[in-house]
């Protein structure tokens, strides 16, 4: 019922910016939350930052500053401003969505039932 498509993956040097983008669309469901999480090889997926229908965002620390969530007027699209990129940014992007309208648990894997299948993001030192 809901599906999502990640796109704006690429490689880039230390310092360099990305923008990210993500397609949903839905049937029956509404999307409240929309969010990115990353999973560098070796390593468990983590919360990147997200975004409510309202606009509110959150971010996770380690991206604070230097990472921007958005999305475009009519709710479709949301968006991941990377600039000062490093080499541990290096991982795969995904979004995902959350159907229920509580802000509770949005940096939880298990809060989202909807995910894209990814965008690579390379950062070479």
């Known amino acids: 019922q809901v599906q999502l498509v990640e796109s704006g993956g690429g490689l880039v040097q230390t310092g360099g910016s990305l923008r990210l983008s993500c397609a949903a669309s839905a049937r029956t469901l509404r999307i409240y939350t929309m969010a990115w999480f990353r999973q560098a090889p070796g390593k468990e997926r983590e919360f990147v930052g997200a975004i409510r229908q309202s606009g509110n965002t959150y971010s996770a620390d380690t991206v604070k500053g230097r990472f921007t969530i958005s999305r475009n007027n009519g709710q479709n699209t949301m968006y991941l401003q990377m600039n000062s990129l490093k080499p541990e940014d290096t991982a795969v992007y995904y979004c995902?969505?959350?159907?229920?309208?509580?802000?509770?648990?949005?940096?939880?894997?298990?809060?989202?039932?909807?995910w894209g299948q990814g965008t690579q993001v390379t950062v070479s030192s």
């Open positions: 995902a969505a959350d159907t229920d309208l509580i802000w509770v648990g949005i940096m939880e894997i298990q809060n989202y039932d909807y």
